[in-house]
């Protein structure tokens, strides 16, 4: 009941080079749509979010486009830098008892090479 | 330091046994959470908590017992320990939104081998 889908589980990107990494939901009640970044040993930390009043948000070189009307969302990693190089999970999620409970992808292991 | 803190950072336990993770967070936040890591699943929820004394199931409950006596505190258990519990466990707290999103952070981990 994967209700977050993930794509590509692997991504290999040149340096300078843009990346780009897909989900897609099945819910309509998500309203919260964040995107986490994670390294090696380390807990995921939040990256940037959107929610679905939007149709776009940016952060310095990070992007989420948001198409409410296809259930989808993607991160788009703009002038990619090998520092970036890391496993980057969407996530959906909506007000309820659980609070704000993230329904996480599978993750996409990104590399970027110099 | 403020922040949360998951111990031990790594146990090795046997198949049967009963081993508990801790969780302590500095925020008081009101939200808690205990996610499991695998390869090929991302991150699944195991339990939740909207404050001291209130938990519930989340996606993979089984096998696993959680308890908040403490708004600090959220200890997850493991009855007795199966092979299939071998994961990397994460937990997290949350607060209300930030303006950059809700105050979900994680802590470091903690990686369960059961043999």
């Known amino acids: 009941q994967q209700q977050v889908k993930q794509s590509p589980q692997s991504l290999i990107v040149q340096k300078g080079g843009i990346s780009i990494i897909n989900c897609a939901y099945e819910?309509?009640?998500?309203?919260?749509f964040p995107w986490y970044q994670q390294f090696p040993g380390k807990g995921p930390a939040l990256l940037i979010a959107i929610r679905p009043d939007v149709s776009e948000k940016k952060e310095g070189r990070f992007t989420i486009s948001f198409n409410k009307s296809a259930k989808q969302f993607s991160l788009h990693i703009m002038d990619s830098q090998p520092g970036d190089s890391a496993t980057y999970f969407c996530a959906a999620s909506m007000n309820s008892n659980s609070g704000y409970a993230l329904n996480f992808g599978k993750g996409t292991s990104l590399l970027v090479t110099p | 330091d403020a922040g949360i803190t998951q111990s031990p950072r790594y146990k090795i336990t046997e198949t049967g046994r009963q081993v508990t993770l801790m969780c302590h967070q500095t925020?008081?936040?009101?939200?808690m959470f205990w996610y499991r890591q695998d390869l090929g699943h991302g991150l699944r929820l195991i339990y939740y908590?909207?404050?001291?004394?209130?938990?519930d199931k989340g996606e993979v409950p089984d096998g696993y017992v959680v308890s908040r006596s403490k708004t600090e505190n959220f200890p997850l258990t493991l009855e007795s320990a199966t092979r299939s519990q071998t994961s990397v466990y994460f937990c997290?707290?949350?607060?209300?939104?930030?303006?950059?999103?809700?105050?979900?952070?994680f802590g470091s981990g903690t990686r369960l081998t059961v043999v």
């Open positions: 997290a707290s949350s607060e209300s939104w930030t303006g950059r999103g809700y105050g979900y952070t």
């Open positions: 819910n309509t009640a998500f309203d919260y």
């Open positions: 908590s909207a404050a001291a004394d209130i938990t």
């Open positions: 925020w008081s936040h009101s939200y």
